[in-house]
């Protein structure tokens, strides 16, 4: 039983990624049947409802104001399904908002279960995602209000999410999204990265359009831009971004070699000089490849750890099938490969060519490669 009183943050035992919370007879009897259709959800309602079969079901009872519950639910949660009036729910989360990037998302049910609203964090906190889930479970309308939803168009704060795209900065978030929606002329710049990031049977707007390059969507001179590119844009490129939002797709491939025992530091130091020298973004690395004789080497395994990178090793008769530039037989002497960077970063990203063929520095060999990805018909080339 979790005993709500004021100035207290109540102690729950948080399982799965979203929380159901009801407070009427009606809500409980929907949240009921709704917890058994989200596994990943935990259950909450008041205690004079209580059936007796809480316990076994996971479900936590409380008794006092629910209000008192959201400040524990808000930082442990995903999302929060609310079967509570929607200017009730309104007011009792007010205080605990922060912003669209850590807020969990809200979604709110009438008593009927007639409407399943989406509140809070629609895109960034996928409540708008999971409004519709749970209105299907449900066989409920949901209500989603999100203006690039409701038109069919590019949603700024999402753009290629699904890919693990990350944008360099939000700060033009919020304007970019007001000139799609407001239908004024926005360019698409791919310049690497995934090509299907368009989600609807439709056509693209007539107000976006696609582009191969920063500089061809300069010449048009557009409103708003979003851009997607593993490079650092040079000053002059950079005009583009006065309403744009630039996003980092994950795309570069590092094939390492390095000395046993080569430090994480020295390590990380030299990924860092190589890509400033190439002028590509740390944020667009997706992965470290190597031969499995590394698999355990503690320097690396603390660098793709720090970043959240991949880490993929090979055995030597795979990277003794990419033909080579500079073939070493010292190499194969003590690896049985003769060669580890450069295979590995061709192995992984399936690039042709690599952006830097082979760096030593100190105890670090560093190969570079830019998975390409086709672009999906002309339009990134014509600009239409």
Excluded at 178 to 206: F, I, K, M, R
Excluded at 342 to 359: F, N, R, T
Aim: hydrophobic share 45%.
């Amino acid at each position: 039983m979790i005993a709500l009183r004021e100035g207290e943050i109540p102690s729950i035992e948080q399982h799965g990624d979203y929380a159901i919370v009801a407070i009427t007879k009606h809500g409980v009897e929907m949240a009921r049947k709704l917890h058994e259709t989200f596994r990943h959800s935990d259950l909450y309602y008041m205690s004079k409802f209580e059936r007796g079969d809480e316990a076994a079901r996971g479900i936590q009872l409380f008794e006092g104001s629910v209000r008192l519950l959201f400040p524990a639910l808000f930082p442990a949660y995903k999302g929060l399904i609310i079967i509570i009036s929607l200017g009730a729910v309104i007011r009792m989360i007010a205080p605990l908002l922060v912003d669209k990037k850590t807020d969990p998302g809200i979604v709110v049910i009438d008593d009927k279960g007639e409407n399943v609203i989406s509140v809070l964090s629609g895109h960034l906190g996928g409540a708008n995602e999971l409004t519709r889930e749970v209105a299907a479970a449900m066989g409920a309308r949901p209500i989603i209000t999100t203006a690039s939803d409701v038109q069919g168009t590019i949603a700024v704060d999402l753009f290629g999410r699904r890919f693990g795209w990350e944008w360099e900065s939000a700060d033009k978030l919020t304007p970019v999204s007001a000139s799609v929606v407001n239908e004024e002329q926005v360019a698409v710049v791919q310049e690497s990265g995934e090509p299907g990031w368009w989600l609807y049977d439709t056509p693209l707007p007539a107000n976006i359009r696609t582009f191969g390059s920063v500089a061809d969507a300069l010449a048009v001179k557009p409103q708003a831009a979003l851009v997607v590119t593993h490079r650092v844009l040079s000053m002059d490129e950079e005009a583009i971004l006065e309403n744009g939002v630039l996003y980092r797709p994950k795309v570069i491939a590092l094939g390492i070699g390095c000395n046993r025992g080569t430090s994480a530091e020295e390590i990380e130091l030299v990924i860092s000089e190589t890509l400033a020298e190439l002028q590509f973004s740390m944020k667009s690395v997706k992965a470290v490849c190597t031969i499995d004789l590394k698999k355990d080497e503690e320097g690396l395994l603390a660098v793709v750890q720090k970043h959240g990178w991949a880490f993929v090793t090979y055995a030597p008769e795979q990277l003794n099938t990419v033909a080579l530039e500079a073939p070493s037989d010292t190499v194969f002497q003590f690896t049985g490969a003769y060669g580890v960077s450069e295979p590995a970063a061709k192995l992984y990203s399936g690039a042709k060519e690599l952006a830097l063929v082979k760096k030593k520095s100190g105890n670090v060999t560093i190969s570079v490669a830019v998975i390409p990805f086709p672009q999906e018909g002309s339009e990134a080339a014509d600009g239409r």
